[in-house]
């Protein structure tokens, strides 16, 4: 059981069964599980003394959340069923944090992972007013009909101008608050008495279906801009730390071979954040050093091969370049890397990484080493 002071209670529903996207709930957006965007702005709206609760039936799910410094919560296979209403599951964790009946309980849902900092700092001025319920909705202006047998019949007399209309307000599905009296009395997310926050079209889309997916994908890297400080720090990146096999080049060599395949596509971005004032350093735990031809084409100085302990030797590089451990992401693949990964603030794995190591990075990309993955890395640099 876990005890809670906090004024506010957060809680993220993030069930692993999906049927209509598998595993829907950790789908990637700019690099970052789909539902780990609502840990991020649930720490943007929460107090000092607030609680960010995960509730899901992975255990996967739940190591990411305590990744990104939310409380797990191991849901019951009786709440982790597709039919499951969200009420009866923040009902189990209210009983179980013995939460008080003048805390707030605030309910961010995962499938909704485009907030705007301007929406979230309204609804955080109503969390510190004596408000008992707020939600966030769409302020739509639409001609509505209905359709009796055969034909449609508007619900209108006479087409109004857009400016003449009042216009309606749907529930977006995103964030909801109650007191949590008033969801112990009615067992409901939100109170019959409300204050409606507007948000914005983009806002409003819900993930359902692939397209929905796709959609919010395209839109993020503009729309999550403004989330850069919270994903990957304050500091500027201006130093990039590569592994090479699995990230830079491909995972696959032949036997007795220094070859390696590079793509393209990663060596111009490289070369490109080379010419923009970035610096590069790469590290390999292979003996024989291979590739100089191509490194010193791309504007490559600095690379360490046979390094036994990659943190050591990405230290005493960094050190002496004097280099702020906060301005450096370093992608690897691999258990070498893997207190490296720990280590920075900013760290990502290619998807064809070791699992272990996946787990531990904050960043995960969707493209393979040595195809795509450092263009990947370099794009979402720039949120």
């Given at each position: 059981m876990v005890s809670s002071k906090s004024k506010n209670i957060f809680?993220?529903?993030?069930?692993?069964g999906s049927k209509g996207i598998k595993n829907k709930n950790t789908k990637l957006i700019s690099g970052i599980e789909m539902f780990v965007w609502s840990i991020i702005h649930a720490k943007f709206l929460s107090n000092k003394n607030d609680l960010i609760i995960v509730t899901s039936d992975s255990k996967k799910y739940l190591q990411i959340a305590?990744?990104?410094?939310?409380?797990?919560?191991l849901r019951s296979p009786e709440l982790s069923g597709d039919k499951v209403f969200t009420e009866p599951v923040m009902l189990d964790v209210l009983k179980k944090i013995e939460a008080p009946a003048n805390d707030k309980v605030i309910l961010l849902q995962p499938t909704s992972p485009l907030r705007s900092k301007k929406t979230l700092n309204i609804i955080k001025s109503h969390l510190n007013k004596n408000v008992n319920s707020l939600l966030t909705v769409k302020h739509t202006y639409q001609f509505e009909w209905e359709k009796k047998q055969t034909f449609g019949i508007p619900l209108y007399n006479k087409r109004p101008r857009r400016q003449d209309m009042r216009g309606?307000?749907?529930?977006?599905?995103?964030?909801?608050?109650?007191?949590?009296d008033n969801f112990f009395m009615n067992n409901n997310r939100v109170d019959k008495k409300a204050i409606l926050v507007s948000s914005s079209e983009i806002e409003s889309i819900e993930v359902d279906n692939i397209e929905e997916l796709e959609i919010i994908k395209s839109l993020s890297g503009t729309f999550?801009?403004?989330?850069k400080k919270e994903v990957i720090g304050n500091?500027?990146?201006n130093t990039l730390v590569l592994d090479i096999d699995g990230v830079f080049a491909s995972n696959i060599k032949k036997t007795n071979s220094n070859e390696r395949n590079y793509?393209?596509?990663?060596?111009?971005?490289?070369?490109?954040?080379?010419?923009?004032?970035?610096?590069?350093?790469?590290?390999?735990s292979e003996k024989e050093i291979h590739s100089e031809k191509l490194f010193k084409k791309i504007g490559i100085k600095n690379f360490k091969f046979n390094s036994s302990n990659k943190l050591v030797d990405v230290k005493k590089y960094l050190d002496g370049m004097k280099i702020n451990y906060e301005n450096v992401c370093f992608v690897g693949n691999d258990t070498q890397d893997l207190e490296c990964i720990k280590f920075f603030n900013c760290s990502a794995t290619p998807i064809d990484s070791n699992p272990k190591v996946?787990?531990?990075s904050k960043i995960q990309l969707e493209a393979g080493g040595g195809n795509g993955a450092v263009l990947e890395m370099l794009r979402l640099l720039k949120l």
């Open positions: 809680i993220i529903p993030a069930r692993s305590e990744k990104w410094g939310a409380t797990p919560f309606s307000f749907i529930e977006n599905g995103s964030v909801y608050m109650n007191s949590v999550n801009k403004q989330w500091k500027k990146i793509s393209t596509q990663d060596s111009n971005a490289l070369s490109n954040f080379i010419k923009s004032g970035g610096n590069v350093f790469l590290i390999s996946k787990m531990e």
